[in-house]
DNA sequence: TGCGTTTTGTCTTGCGCCAGGACAAAATCG
DNA sequence: CGATTTTGTCCTGGCGCAAGACAAAACGCA
């Protein structure tokens, strides 16, 4: 039951029955690949003439591939379809507060090459300079192949517009960060935040096996805390692109100091920074200091976790505190959308078994049912940055995305 | 940018872009009315012979009318189109703690004629006293214009099967509500809880000019708390029914016990049960107790107010300090779903000119950026009752919505 | 008064798409 | 070897939008 939105819509055009069909016979074959022409009729429930055309559509586009049937069964031997690797590339440029990170891959995820540096603050020149790695990255062949570059920024973002509209750590506030960049690479770019992104990797490129890629959300740990949530298998975004800023809702509003300067946000119970410090036995201002202050080295939550992993009590108690944490916000954000299933990404994951008790008790906590209780959390276990991926998901969702109608 | 979900989604048919177009003019007409052909072919960007068929569907279904023009520009004057009243009606039901309300409506919400009784608690009886006073409601020619009943159950609800599936105040626990009712009054039955209704009747019933339709969020406050949301023009109602439960994210996680059992929700803040104990300067428990004994008579959340507008410094005080915790909860809205607009539903609306200060200076302690802290919040000012409005709601909705392409 | 202009609403032709069924092709089964 | 089964294609029919022609109904101006 869905209404119109009077000032964004779209009429049918005549073309319009076909685009939609052609692409739900697009996503069926990606889903159930390798298939049958007949199959694929019974899946959409339209006769096989129609299947004939569209399939012959998506062949002649390059889309799908007829393959040799091996199996037999009774009667005529189906021809089987599948997606055929498009040989385009994406580029994904992953900009955190420390280091850059450009990676170049087919649309599927699969890296081509990759190139990394410390990332400069001031935005001209780290334009300057992911241009110049964008530009080896792309020489030759590939950069014809190059369907367009997606852009992880760490902070809030205006996708439409691609300004960056506030990037605490970096200091940045309403830079216009795409247009530079791309005309700089004259190559199609979008600009997102990293949890979004990661939601759109997972919603693109994720298997559905793993579950419901059109109805969940994507919790990135990491020096924040985010989620990208998916509704109606759409990215929630928000009326002024600051939906799902979860970190930011206190647990308790007289918690600890965040970044952001309140007090309590689940962020600064459950980032790396907050399960470093509670490792370390100090308020999380305390922490925050002696990284500035850089003296001795403090040690990073990958090393926490090791520590873990190798029986050290305070490090395992730790991190199921944090596990404790975690379960809160993610509790919250089970009542606030209620998702059908919730992904954790980020070096926390490393620690699942450590934490996974303490994070499902809590779940089981601040819970109104049984059902939501049992919402899967998964963790992120791609062994390629989820927020690569993300970018790369930028450049590929449009490829099988269905067209807007009304 | 929208995924297709392969488990749920319908191919276009040859009546698909007639079905959808046919629906986008009449939204508009909505929208837009009174306006001409030639209007509406130009604000959906078709032909204008597109148009004439389109509103000739239209009007031979008895969905619009003809009017004759009176305003003069230049050229052929335009034949106006406005939305013809169906003369259908729909019947709400409002189930509260202490008190059922059955309204007969038209499916514009205008009322016809309501009765109401003291709820009984028990499920079987219950069902017999609504369906008795329901078919003394629907007499005569009334009972043949009735399109369906619409049903508000205090708890969660799943809104497929109308299985009630917990509601505290009422001890029900997985009670099967629609069935027998349904099967009782032999119409069309949608079971829904209260804050999913309020925003489907704003959806659906409100107006335009008052903010974004598809894009917002319904806060009800009352004995709870809760939350509808609507994003991409759907409610979000979650995987497992239990999406908008923003009551029960805590504040505080060593805050007052709430009503379900936890400490700090959101609701042990602001519903009117913790208005009035913070009044009468007892802890919530102590609050609820009273109630239960019932010895003197407590202050209802109205008296409260009218002791506030009196100039009772107490109230004031009591609900300035509630129009802080709404803000706080609010704002956590605002960062998990960022909405174009919240509005706000109960009784304690009737005290938005006392609280509103405190509560806007609580959003923008609590939000990350200015767009985000300057959210329209909205008190809902609406004379009948919100939550009936939403039983016309899931009648009248059926008419306006559009068809499911994908 | 009469003619040109402007705007509205309808009609006609053309092309594209799905619905439905017929039919050939290619395998298995008895 | 023929009947059966299954696949994939082809063809006709009905319905939709695209595009433009055209009639209708007003106004402006000479």
């Known amino acids: 039951m869905r209404k119109l939105n009077p000032a964004n819509f779209r009429p049918a055009t005549r073309a319009t029955s076909r685009d939609v069909n052609r692409q739900i016979a697009l996503n069926l074959i990606r ?74 891959s087919d649309l599927d995820g699969r890296p081509v090459e990759s190139r990394g540096f410390d990332t400069v603050h001031d935005p001209e020149q780290l334009i300057a300079r992911i241009a110049k790695e964008s530009r080896a990255l792309l020489k030759g062949a590939r950069r014809a192949r190059c369907k367009g570059v997606g852009v992880i920024v760490p902070g809030m973002v205006d996708p439409a517009t691609g300004v960056v509209l506030n990037a605490p750590q970096m200091k940045w506030r309403d830079v216009p960060f795409r247009q530079p960049l791309a005309r700089v690479l004259g190559l199609p770019m979008q600009v997102e935040n990293a949890p979004v992104a990661c939601a759109l990797a997972k919603m693109w490129l994720g298997r559905s096996s793993a579950g419901d890629t059109t109805d969940f959300a994507y919790v990135i740990v990491s020096d924040g805390v985010g989620v990208g949530v998916v509704k109606h ?58 990284r500035r202050g850089s003296g001795a080295r403090r040690p990073s939550i990958t090393d926490v976790i090791a520590l873990a992993h190798d029986g050290d009590q305070r490090a395992i108690a730790a991190l199921e505190e944090t596990g404790t944490y975690l379960g809160l916000g993610l509790a919250n954000i089970i009542c606030a959308v209620n998702p059908a299933r919730i992904v954790v990404g980020g070096e926390i994951t490393a620690a699942w078994d450590v934490m996974r008790a303490d994070m499902q008790r809590a779940i089981a906590s601040r819970t109104l049912t049984p059902a939501a209780a049992a919402t899967p959390i998964q963790p992120d276990q791609t062994t390629i940055s989820p927020r690569l991926l993300g970018g790369v998901a930028l450049v590929a969702a449009p490829r099988f995305a269905m067209p807007q109608v009304a």
Chains 1, 2 share one sequence.
Request: hydrophobic share 40%; aromatic share 4%.
């Open 31 to 104: 889903e159930h690949q390798p298939l049958s022409r007949a199959d694929l009729a019974r899946r959409m429930g339209v006769r096989r003439s129609v299947i004939t055309t569209l399939v012959t559509d998506l062949v002649d586009a390059g889309a799908v591939v007829e393959a040799a049937s091996t199996e037999v069964r009774r009667g005529r031997p189906p021809t089987l379809l599948s997606i055929r690797p498009s040989g385009e590339l994406a580029l994904a440029i992953d900009i955190r507060f420390s280091r850059t990170t450009l990676l170049l």
């Open 233 to 290: 298998g759409q990215v929630v975004r928000g009326a002024t692109a600051t939906a799902g800023e979860f970190g930011h809702i206190p647990l308790t509003l007289t918690g600890p100091t965040c970044s952001c300067g309140r007090q309590g946000c689940w962020e600064s119970y459950t980032s790396n920074l907050a399960t470093v410090a509670r490792y370390l036995g100090r308020p999380l201002d305390d922490a925050r200091v002696v």
